[in-house]
Structure formats: structure tokens, C-alpha cells
């Protein structure tokens, strides 16, 4: 028996090949369970065969474990590749979907039916979690199931020396799913012609929708500003900044700066948007002034068809959604929603069943760190090191991910979003239930946040209730340190720094800046960012303004005359009196010890945002405003509440001195500092060592290192994140680790 990620990925025909090779007869067969393989052969024989599978397996595969039982079998006088049957055991994972390989973009030239085929695949690439009903992998759980094989994609379907033997998604021109154009006017099919249209749409500065992988993009010249700038004005309210597809590794190097791990993971099957350095600009409204561009290269075969007639060698490829609204899958949606927004659409017959955006990662401490986990990882399971069996985990709000337990493998949901209007909660629902087929998965657990308002917490109250199941609270940063330990394997307990916007604390107040002694069953509250009120509420995380003016109200007071600070002459007298106001009857001003909330002022302060255009704009402007090689930072005191007052008199110094855009490096300086002065406070007082990092401010690249040069010079050891996010993504991976220990499963 073979377990792991071995389904989906041309393993069968592998051990197929493999065991004609060595002479051996048998059978092998896809189970729930894994991949199972019976057969006849001497040890040595048998020894040699195993190995070879460790060794020559699929690319896209990863093999867990492989079981050897002998036994005395049946006489086979061949060997043979038999037909699924339903186990019932341990579900083996579902692969995710993998990049077009090479083999394949040949054949869009060379092979007679599949010339410019745009949805040729083969066994080592192709959909899989994107077009997956249910399990086991077979094509009639898939959305191929309504085009039935012509009879040359069935015969080398059925032949095992062929590379698309037993390829679930396999098809041609003459029988697979096609492409279409679509806009107000025409209907185009043919795929030169349609290409043709896209080429002149694009360099024409308009712009399209295009159905992808697991969802519709859309599209238009990198380099044309008036369009980006058109297209961000049409999808409404958007003005993230946009990621770009390039032609390929050679014209990405022209714009970004990518090192060899960035390249490596830019080219990988998975084909991740990176987080770059920009080398030359593109046009300015695909990243609206800050240093880095969101790169990836392309997976599709009509991305690599599409760029043969581009004259551009960059398009904004922005996930295809309104506002906060999930990115559309369903081509009625496309043309009910995206046509309106886009100058065309070009769609294709082959229904995606799970939905999934693409992947972010960054570069960090030399490592590729997940920041967005959905295509191409999802729904790859992630090794606890605790027994998980039976545990539905809800997640957090923002940037929601679930996460289901089988056995000791936490299976985390793609990248859902944030949790607060309909189209994202019934994205979230529906998710749940396909997770609950695809993996065989009944809840007997449930475990949320401790905030009552989430729309997660009301889904794991609703489900524990109607199943009568128990129902397991997990504190927001409890959970964050103990995602990060999960992920690391660490369980003893620990020194845990938990940094991010928000999250609910057990005094009901918003927690965020946290330092914690912490294992997976609790945790003790060292120290703590000072107390803000948040004039507003939400709307003082939208106005970062109004909390610069909180934190300096709170530590001077009257005394400050605002108007001498260049930040609050752009404010309306109106909106600051009101605001002012508010803090002084105490109005709408709930208290925050989040350090996004720091950030946000301390952006605001050196002008760099005043309000908020997309969630963490304040943070990520503060990071690409950092001058480096400074080593200056504000002074701080650190004790059981950590107060920022002389940080702040010297950032109203720095103004007044003209040194405004030394802000940015001092401030992320006093930060790394402030965590090695309390880290080194926890450990005479705890003899801890190990110190764990987790929440949405350590995807700040500049902070993140720093923090880990100076502890790691201390002789701390430090876990961050690699494979599970830092952010809110990653809380449902804690929520299930908690949730463990506290009921008490034993591995
Ligand atoms: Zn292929
Ligand atoms: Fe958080």
C-alpha cells in the first residue's frame, strides 16, 4: 500500500511501466486509502521495485509511506491496472492542480489532434482539485464526465506506454471542452481567431475576462496605464495593487528582481504569484508606488498561445470578482458580472467545481514562505505531529481558510476571503460540504474563534448545535502561535509573538500586539501592546489617520497642536473635531492592542497613507518606504503593557525636522528591538528558549529578518511560518491543534 499525495498525478500507469520493467505480474489499484499494489516476485526483485518508486516517482507526486506486506497470492500472468473500488479507510489526498508540463506545450505544435489544443494535458499536468466532484479520482467524479472520449484520446487513455494513460481530464480538438469569445456583440469560436481578438483587444488598451484554472481573471497590458487604470475604476473600489503575468523567466528578470529560490518557485508546478523587488517599472497603476510586483509566469496553455500574439510581454492578471466578492467560476456569473466590467470574455465549456485563486508567496529569511495557499497546494494535507481525526476547525474571518482533520494530516480549504457578505459565507459553506465528500470527512469536533460575531463562529455554533457535537473555543492569537507550532512540530511550551491587526481577546477588547508563554492547551499574557481607542471602530482601521490621532491624544493629550503636523492639515477641521471628540466621551472607541493598528498611525505620521485604499495598504506602504542600512530606532518602555510615548515624541520631532522618511526604518527597527527586549524579559523569567512568531505583521519582509538576525544573535530559537500563512489564513491550523490537545486525542 502506498499512501500520500498518489492519486490524480499518473501514478497507477507508473507502477505500471515500472513493474513491466522488473518483469513483475500483479494488479495495482486506486483506493480510498491510497494506492494499493499486489505482486508476484522474489524479495530482491520486490526490494528493487520499491525503490524505484521512491525514487522515479511522478513529478507532482509525494509519497508518504509505502507498506510492504508479503503474502501468498493468486497466480497473474500479467499485470494490470483494475478499476477504483470505494475503502472506506483513511481518504489518500486529492492532488491540486498542476501547471501545463512541457511535454504537453509540445504537442500543441506536433501532435496532429491537438494542435493549439488550448486545454491539452497529460498525466503529469492538468486540472485535478479544480474539476474534482468526488472521490476516487476517476473521470466520472469529474467535470469531464459530460464529454465522452473520442477514440483515439480512449485508446491511449487505455495504453500504458502512452503519457496520457489513465489521464482522468484527457482530451482533443475533436472531443474535449473548447474555448469561446464572447462580448456585447459577437460570438467567436476557433481558437486562432479567438487569440487573434484577444491580441487586438490588448493592444488596443481594453480589456478581458478570462476563465483560468480555478476561476475567471481579468486582463490588460501591463505597461498601458490608461487601461489598468480603466479596469481598477470598472471593478470597483479595488485598488490593490495588481499581479502581472509575463511571457516568460527572461522578460520577468527585465522588471523583477528574482533570485534563485524565486525563479525555482516561479516555475514550479504550482506556478505561485512571487512577491518581487521591481528592477523597471510597469505601468503605474499596477502597483500604485510601492517597490514590489506581485510576478507569476504562465500555466495555461492559452497563456503560453495567448503571448505568441501579444505584443506586450506583461498583463495584469487580477482574479475576476467585484469588490469582496469571491472570484467568479460560473461562466453565467462571467457574463452577467464581468462583461460589463471587461471589453470582452473568453470562456471555455469545462466546468470548474472548486473554485481556488492563485497562490502568493514571498521570499523570506531565504525561504519561500506561503503568504496565500490555495492553487496548486490546495487541498494537500499538512502534517500536524498531533491526532486531528474528526476535527472541523471554522478559521478566523479575514482570509478565511477551514481546516478538516484526518488522522494526523490537517487538509486545509483554499484561501476563501473575507467572511462578511453572502457570496463569500455560501462560498465558505459549500466548500465545507465538498471537503466533507471529497475526504470522507463527518465532523465530530468543531472548534472557532472566541469572537461571537464571526460569521466561522456562527457556522461552528450552528454545526455543533444541529450535530450535538462538542464545540471548542480557541483565543485569536492562541491560535496563531500555535499554527506556527503546529507547523514547526514543536510542542512543549513557548515563548509566542503574536503581531497583527486584529483579533478578540478574552477581556472583549481587540487584541494584536501579543507576547505570550504559550503551549497548545493555554497561555499566559506577558506583555502587550498599550491599550488605543479606535475612534470609529472600523472605520479608524479604514482611516489610519484617526488612530494617529488617537495615540497621540493618549500620550500628550491637549497638549498637541495638530495642525502643526503635516498629516492632519489634509484632514477636514470637521472630521478631526468629531474624531476628537469621540475620544474624549469615549464614543464608538473600542479599546486596541493591535500592532496594525500601530503601524497604521505610524504610516499615517509619515504620510504615507492617510486612508486606507485595500486592507493593509498602511503596513505594506510603511515596508516599501524603509530605507535600509539605518540602524537608528525609537525608544520604547517594555513592561507588562508596552507604551509607544516616547516613540511617538520622537516621530513628531522627526517631522518637525524634516527626517520624515526616516520613520519608516526607525519605527521597524524599535519593533525587532522591542521583540528582542521582551524576549530576552520572558526567558530570565521562564528559562524558555524556543520563540514562536505568528500573525499578519510578520509578512513584512524587512521586519521578519531583522527580528531573526537579532534574536537568533541572542541564541534564541526561532520559528516563523513556511507552509501555512502567518496571517488569518493560517488560524484554522491552530483552532485544529488546540482543539486536539484539549479533547485530549492521543496519536
Ligand atoms: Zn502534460
Ligand atoms: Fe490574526
Redesign the pocket.
Known sequence: MIRGLVQGVGFRPFIYRLACRHGLSGVVENRTDGVSVIIKGDIKTVDRFSNDILEKAPPASRIKSIEVNPRMIEEFDSFRIVRSSNSEEITTEVSPDIAVCDDCLEDLENDTERINYPLVNCTNCGPRFSIIRAIPYDRFNTSMVVFPMCERCESEYRDISNRRFHAQPVACNSCGPQYYYSDCETRISGIEKIIAKTASLISAGKSVALKGTGGYHLMCDAFNNEAVSELRKRKQRDSKPFAVMFRDISSLRQYCHAGKAEQEQLLSWQRPIVILRQKRPLAEEVSRGLNTTGAMLPYMPFHYMMFRYLKTSAVVLTSGNLSDDPVITADNSAEKYLMPVADGLIGYDREIVNRSDDSVMRLIDNKMVLIRRSRGFVPGPVETGLWVDGIFAAG?E?KNTFCIGKGNQAIMSQHIGDLKNFATHAFYSESAERFGELFRFTPQYMVCDLHPLYLSTLFAEQMAEGRNIPLIKVQ??H??IASCMAENKIDEKVIGI?L????YGRDGNIW?GEFFVADFHGFERFAHFDYVPLPGGDRAVAEPWRTACSYLRKYFGDSIDYYSIPLFRKIDDRDLILVLEMLEKKINSPLSSGAGRLFDAVAALAGLCTVASFDSEPPIRLESAVKKGVNLKYPFSAGEVISFADMFDEILRDIKNDQTDMIPVKFHNTISNLILELSEKMQKETGIKKVVMS??VFQNRYLLERTLMLLRKAGFEVFTHQIIPS??GG?SVGQIAVASKTIGLCV
Open positions: 478566523a479575514q485569536h492569537h491560535a496563531h503574536s497583527d491587526g486584529t483579533g494584536g500573525g499578519g496571517n488569518d488560524i
